[in-house]
């Protein structure tokens, strides 16, 4: 037992407390020399030398607290410092009281904390550094009275340092205040954490202030206190109330201007919008109002605009640019946005965002700007197209006038006929263009295998058309659309699968493919001819762009299938690889529920 009592970290005691007051150490473990600096023998010849050694400022603590426990038979517990060989050691003991022949025996233990109460010391410094420098008052009361109040809290009040230590903490609070801090003070002492509340305050120099408040328990050297923490929220409130103030006087003009404008905060968030911007995007207040407006109205490809304008709005820029902006059924709304700074005080509180609608100005403006570039195109294509073949022809009329000629002439007269040809069918192609344009849908029942069966028929003349296997099928349920149109689109697609066909590898091929799909048809066209470089895919709908040399048609054939396509309200797609052919994929809605069938229809 002696070897066990040894090794533990602490020193094992019995201590007896004897009637007559006389008191003695019953034993005392032999690790008291390592731990207390004193022999065993010591300890049960003098049961004073323990007193001895505590230091002066924690021996009153160590009689009150031990006399406490015996007056109460309780247990009793210490913590306090020693001097052994010169330093300084925290020594922890516990002892419990048990019934003695002619007293009371103690059995405990001592225990040497000194370790811990260095870390603890440790961290109460950067404790205590922390509460110095927070930008916010904190303060300690026991029984009302302020007994510890950091730094900020002495600026918070105007006060000096340390003029709050010592005085009552209701001083400081405005007598509208008075009941809830009263209230809330009697709930702390009963153990409960209090949530952040606002409360008047009177500073040092008589000012009122207002502050926001949470209070907590908090032991303070032994002692019930309540700890409080200190918000002034003055200039918030008056920032407030100005925010207030000018909302009053811009409320009549932000509701009824004849435009979109939306008040948004600093950070981009919804607050107020008007009506013309639920006319103009769609939206009411409750499905925008505290969100990012970025995240409703701009679209994905201009977000990065979106955050760059709300930072320079921020930043106190006034800008204007012409952009474009969503609504929310996510139809493109062409803006011109007016953005700028709420301030109050040099100091931007939010942002004003004007958008005025100029879409119909746009779609006219783009309208004429496409119309003039394709009329310089076809003026100039034209005109290139029509005097190439007529050059040729003049050209050979003028060999077969030299004297001296011996040329054949039917060879002349030949080529005379393919120029004319050509010419034939680039006016046709032009023809077709305008007629496109011009024509309204006119809309029938769809015979695709009649369609398909005559185009192929009719363009058999062309180079090269004997050679080419056609595999057709349809399988769709009746279908209504223009039949001129969808002509047209065949057309131009079995041309060029016949012009562009590999001559050097296998049999031609075009395989058709016409399915019903989503309340209209998929159209699939797949030809395995000389197919279309990647650089040259996103071009080939352009008018008068030939992706390859070997081109000898006008350029203008997929233009039109993808202009009839769009008339159609149709999508189409391509994809192609040199070598291996080329598919066209179109999507193109039934028209039966257009109002010109309905009117057919009842005729």
């Not at 050694?53 to 109460?72: R, V």
């Not at 970025?294 to 106190?316: M, R």
Request: glycine share 8%; aromatic share 8%.
């Amino acid at each position: 037992m002696q070897q066990l009592f040894k090794d533990l970290p602490g020193v094992v005691y019995e201590y007896i407390i004897r009637k007559d007051g006389s008191r003695s150490f019953r034993y005392i473990s032999e690790n008291c020399k390592d731990i207390l600096g004193i022999c065993a023998d010591a300890f049960l010849q003098d049961s004073t030398v323990f007193r001895k050694i505590i230091l002066p400022d924690d021996s009153i603590g160590f009689e009150e607290t031990l006399q406490q426990s015996h007056d109460t038979h309780s247990a009793w517990n210490w913590e306090g410092r020693i001097s052994v060989n010169g330093k300084i050691r925290w020594i922890e003991t516990r002892s419990n009281p048990a019934p003695y022949a002619d007293g009371i025996m103690r059995k405990g233990i001592m225990i040497d904390i000194t370790e811990r109460k260095i870390q603890e010391q440790q961290q109460e410094v950067r404790f205590q550094s922390l509460v110095e420098h927070l930008p916010l008052g904190i303060g300690i009361h026991v029984n009302g009275k302020l007994v510890m109040a950091n730094e900020y809290a002495h600026k918070i009040m105007h006060a000096k340092q340390g003029d709050l230590i010592g005085r009552n903490v209701m001083e400081f609070v405005h007598p509208d205040s008075k009941p809830l801090v009263l209230e809330r003070m009697k709930r702390v002492m009963a153990g409960e954490t209090l949530a952040v509340a606002e409360e008047k305050f009177i500073r040092s120099d008589g000012a009122i202030i207002f502050v926001e408040t949470s209070a907590m328990p908090f032991n303070y050297k032994g002692q019930q206190g309540v700890q409080i923490i200190v918000r002034d929220i003055t200039e918030q409130k008056r920032v407030a109330e100005e925010i207030r103030k000018n909302e009053t006087l811009f409320t009549q003009l932000f509701n009824n201007v004849p435009i979109a404008v939306v008040m948004l905060d600093v950070n981009g968030r919804v607050e107020m919008i008007n009506p013309g911007f639920s006319s103009i995007f769609g939206y009411n207040l409750p499905e925008v109002k505290g969100k990012n407006l970025n995240d409703f109205i701009v679209p994905s490809e201009l977000q990065i605009e979106g955050i760059d304008l709300n930072n320079l709005i921020a930043a106190k820029r006034v800008i204007q640019v012409e952009t474009f902006r969503k609504r929310k059924d996510g139809h493109r709304v062409d803006v011109i946005l007016y953005g700028m700074p709420i301030m109050i005080d040099d100091h931007a509180i939010g942002i004003y965002g004007v958008y005025v609608d100029i879409t119909s100005h746009k779609q006219m403006e783009e309208e004429l700007k496409t119309r003039n570039t394709e009329l310089d195109n076809f003026v100039y294509k034209v005109s290139h197209d029509l005097r190439a073949p007529l050059s040729s022809i003049l050209g050979l009329v003028n060999l077969s006038k030299l004297p001296g000629n011996t040329d054949d002439l039917h060879e002349y007269i030949r080529i005379i006929g393919e120029k004319v040809a050509d010419l034939d069918h680039f006016i046709s192609d032009v023809l077709s263009h305008s007629k496109n344009l011009k024509l309204d849908v006119k809309i029938d029942k769809i015979d695709f295998k009649n369609i398909l069966s005559r185009t192929i028929t009719d363009l058999n003349y062309l180079d090269g058309a004997a050679d080419v296997q056609f595999a057709i099928s349809v399988e769709q349920d009746e279908f209504y659309s223009d039949p001129w149109r969808i002509g047209e689109i065949f057309r131009n697609l079995v041309s060029n699968a016949i012009k562009y066909r590999q001559t050097d590898a296998g049999h031609p091929r075009v395989q058709v493919q016409i399915s019903s799909a989503d309340g209209g048809v998929r159209i699939v066209f797949a030809d395995n001819g000389i197919g279309i470089n990647e650089e040259n895919l996103n071009r080939i709908f352009e008018m008068f762009y030939r992706a390859t040399e070997q081109s000898d048609g006008s350029g203008i054939g997929l233009y039109i299938v993808k202009n009839a396509v769009e008339k159609l309200n149709g999508l189409i797609e391509v994809q192609s690889k040199p070598g291996a052919g080329t598919t066209f994929t179109i999507l193109l809605p039934d028209q039966r529920a257009s109002v010109g069938l309905v009117e057919d229809q009842k005729a």
